[in-house]
């Protein structure tokens, strides 16, 4: 039978990455917001190209009828970081933005795809972050909408017990891809290049892309609740090494 994996978020980076590494093993739909980068994809990999913004029930629902009622894998990818202030003159828009698509987002794309993940005895996969492991200086926005994904993901797992689904979820760290951090600070090169800057080698999406396609082609008996994966340099959200130039 056909195994069907979604990935939402799969217009660039670690969603790209993911759809990219699952192809071997799945027919792969892959949806985003931006139809010419997910077509393209689509095409690459022989996949299917769905335009969908997860922050809107009624695209979400349009695509959960085109994915059809068996879902082996759902990858809810979408999600980005906008900002890094300090709580006191932040933009709490933008913490209202994070949340709409990190949180509510994969909430909304899991409650569509339940029953198909129901029938394939599926795989929910949770993109989570090292935001939620602890608090940093700036982190208020995105480590709330991280540690709510946590929540959520953890949650799920209790309400869906003893039914053959799994629920996992993957907490990346300094991850090095080409919109992320671009996005988090405006476009701001100066402030993504001091992100990196003395980082020997930072994780790439396909480190992250990887190890999904690990946790979801277990065998079905093993669950991998939460995987934590960080560049060697970076032993903790504060503590990184750097080599000066």
């Not at 139809?35 to 335009?51: C, P």
């Not at 994070?98 to 993109?127: C, D």
Request: with cysteine; hydrophobic share 50%.
């Amino acid at each position: 039978m056909n195994r069907i994996a979604v990935v939402t978020g799969a217009s660039s980076g670690i969603g790209a990455a993911t759809a990219r590494a699952l192809v071997t093993d799945f027919t792969v739909f892959c949806l985003a917001r931006r139809a010419d980068r997910i077509e393209a994809l689509a095409e690459e990999i022989g996949g299917v190209a769905i335009t969908c913004d997860v922050s809107d029930p009624a695209q979400v629902a349009r695509a959960s009828q085109v994915i059809g009622d068996r879902v082996d894998v759902l990858v809810n990818n979408a999600g980005f970081a906008l900002g890094q202030e300090p709580l006191e003159v932040d933009d709490l828009t933008a913490w209202s933005r994070m949340y709409e698509v990190n949180v509510v987002g994969a909430a909304r794309m899991t409650q569509a795809l339940l029953p198909a993940l129901r029938a394939a005895h599926g795989t929910v996969v949770f993109m989570s972050s090292t935001a939620a492991e602890a608090a940093y200086e700036g982190g208020g926005g995105y480590c709330g909408v991280k540690s709510a994904v946590r929540s959520m993901a953890g949650a799920l797992r209790l309400e869906l017990a003893g039914e053959p689904i799994r629920v996992c979820e993957i907490s990346p760290g300094m991850v090095h891809t080409e919109e992320f951090s671009l996005t988090r600070f405006g476009g701001d090169a100066a402030r993504v290049d001091a992100v990196y800057a003395g980082v020997a080698e930072p994780l790439l999406a396909e480190d992250i892309a990887d190890a999904i396609a690990w946790m979801v082609t277990r065998p079905p008996h093993v669950n991998i609740d939460r995987m934590v994966v960080r560049p060697l340099a970076q032993a903790a959200n504060h503590k990184v090494a750097r080599v000066s130039s």
